[in-house]
Structure formats: structure tokens, C-alpha cells
């Protein structure tokens, strides 16, 4: 069974750097074809993809958000880890983490409320 | 990057009924990566179909995708009470977008 969990700071200040922490388990991030992404969805809107680790380190991201975003995988904690540099009230949202197959998410953990404010 | 449209914005029809949700493409998506998700208030997406028209683990046959190049359709033959939520469709090609949704509500 797949379960993946999002974990982190609830609030964060303007211009401070986000680290969330994905944990999950039931599949192994070193496993060939294997995947995880972040999402995120500020409240009321649709969803935005943010950044997506494969078994083999290859990294994606979102071009627009590129500049700040980091992934990074730790697989003997079954952990991936997203940062995002210089967070904005706009940056307010939803933070999910989703297993990937065949490019899409088909295993998501419950989202964690991140809130940008001073 | 490829931008997705989804229509229309929001689609109102009763129990029983056929719903057809379109996701429009700026470019032509592969249809191995175009995939659409349910998501009810206060909850994860769920994943409905990947590859265009394929049904995930434990989605209801009432559910169905079809299309290709920029046009794409998600179907839901007779609706359940449960159905009702906002839709999104997604492509992944050389980045990985998601359209703005379609919320489906009761008539």
C-alpha cells in the first residue's frame, strides 16, 4: 500500500525560504521507472505543479518557479524534500506530494497548508 | 509550455445524466500523458485516467477518456450523487501543466 505525507511549517514569513518533507512508503525510490512530484493549490484555485525527482535523480521543474524550487531525494528515509527560495504571500497554498506513474500522480499524500504572512 | 483549457468552467446536470468535460491543448500532447483527476472539497485529486483512456486502479467504468492531438474528453456515462466535484485535466511533455478545472454540480 502507497501512502506518501507531507510535513513542514504551516506559516512562513515573506522572503524566507519553505522546506517541506515528503515521506512516504510502500515503493522505493530506487526503484527503476519510479517517481515522486510536488504540487501545489492556493485556496480556491486550480492545481500548479512545482517539481518532479525520478529513481535515477533526474530533476524537472516548473519553468516559471525553476529559480526557486530545489528536489531532492534521500531514498534510505524514503524521503524527498522540495525547497523554495524568497516565499511570497502569494505563495500561499496547499503543498501536496504524489507518486508518479506514466506521468501522471496516482498516489497523493493529504496536502499541508503552507500560509505566507509577516 | 503547453497550456490546458478546460470547458466549460462549470457544467450543472442531475443524477443520471451524461457528462462530457473537454480539455483543450495549446500544442499537440501525446496521448500517453494526458491524464484526468477528481477532487471533492478538503481533499487530494484522485487520479481517473492516465494515457488518455486509461481507467485507474478502482475507478467505476461509468468514467471513460478518449481523444488525441489537443483535444481531449473525459465522460461519465450516468452520474452518481458522488461525482459531483471539480475535474482537472493534465499533460506531461517536455514540462507538465494542468488545466483550471471543471466543476461539476448538482442541477
Known amino acids: 500500500q502507497i501512502t506518501l505525507k507531507e510535513s513542514g511549517p504551516t506559516l512562513v514569513k515573506p522572503t524566507q525560504t519553505l522546506t517541506l518533507t515528503c515521506t512516504f512508503s510502500?515503493?522505493?525510490?530506487?526503484?527503476?521507472?519510479?517517481?515522486v512530484g510536488w504540487i501545489r493549490q492556493p485556496p480556491g484555485k486550480a492545481l500548479e505543479w512545482l517539481a518532479l525527482i525520478y529513481w535515477d535523480d533526474d530533476k524537472r521543474y516548473s519553468p516559471s518557479l525553476k529559480s526557486r524550487l530545489t528536489i531532492t531525494k534521500d531514498t534510505s528515509k524514503n524521503q524527498v524534500v522540495l525547497t523554495m527560495t524568497n516565499m511570497d504571500p502569494v505563495d500561499t497554498a496547499t503543498y501536496y506530494c504524489?507518486?508518479?506513474?506514466?506521468?501522471?500522480?496516482?498516489?497523493w499524500g493529504q496536502g499541508t497548508l503552507v500560509t505566507v504572512s509577516s | 509550455e503547453i497550456v490546458l483549457t478546460q470547458s466549460p468552467g462549470t457544467l450543472s446536470l442531475s443524477p443520471g445524466e451524461r457528462a462530457t468535460l473537454s480539455c483543450r491543448a495549446s500544442q499537440s500532447v501525446s496521448s500517453s500523458y494526458l491524464a484526468w483527476y477528481q477532487q471533492k472539497p478538503g481533499q487530494a485529486p484522485r487520479l481517473l485516467i492516465y494515457?488518455?483512456?486509461s481507467r485507474a486502479t478502482g475507478i467505476p467504468d461509468r468514467f471513460s477518456g478518449s481523444g488525441s492531438g489537443t483535444d481531449f474528453t473525459l465522460t461519465i456515462s450516468r452520474l452518481e450523487p458522488e461525482d459531483f466535484a471539480v475535474y482537472y485535466c493534465q499533460q506531461y511533455g517536455s514540462s507538465l501543466t494542468f488545466g483550471q478545472g471543471t466543476k461539476l454540480e448538482i442541477k
Open positions: 494515457g488518455a483512456s
Open positions: 510502500g515503493f522505493s525510490l530506487s526503484t527503476s521507472g519510479v517517481g
Open positions: 504524489a507518486h508518479v506513474l506514466y506521468a501522471a500522480f496516482d498516489y
